[in-house]
């Protein structure tokens, strides 16, 4: 099984192996709480992207661990790109670009970004 997303425009797409998440992370760092993100951890290879790799454009701040990835069209972040606590190469999508997620139905777990 997998699930696909998008940015807000559609030229940035993407699938994810495996199936639809049931929870997600809500951080409170300035910059998740300033997006609204909710987000999921996946592993690099379970994440292909389908379209748009020309539209994709990165910011990077704090200690520059998390390539924030959004089109540069219309300015969605529909994932980004980091390493796991573990060194793992990861993908951090944001369920807020996956349409057939029901943002109201996943336990969501509060992540303390703002202390670290």
């Known amino acids: 099984m997998s699930y696909e997303g998008s940015c807000h425009c559609g030229e940035v797409t993407f699938s994810v192996a495996g199936d639809p998440p049931t929870s997600a992370l809500s951080c409170n760092c300035s910059h998740c709480r300033r997006k609204g993100f909710m987000l999921t951890f996946v592993s690099a290879d379970q994440f292909t992207l389908t379209t748009g790799e020309e539209a994709l454009t990165s910011y990077y701040f704090n200690r520059h661990a998390i390539e924030h990835q959004f089109c540069k069209t219309c300015g969605s972040q529909a994932f980004g790109a980091g390493k796991g606590p573990d060194g793992s190469v990861m993908r ?24 670290h």
């Open 92 to 115: 951090a999508i944001n369920l807020r670009c996956v349409p057939s997620v029901d943002i109201d139905a996943l336990t969501i777990e509060k992540v303390d970004g703002a202390s």
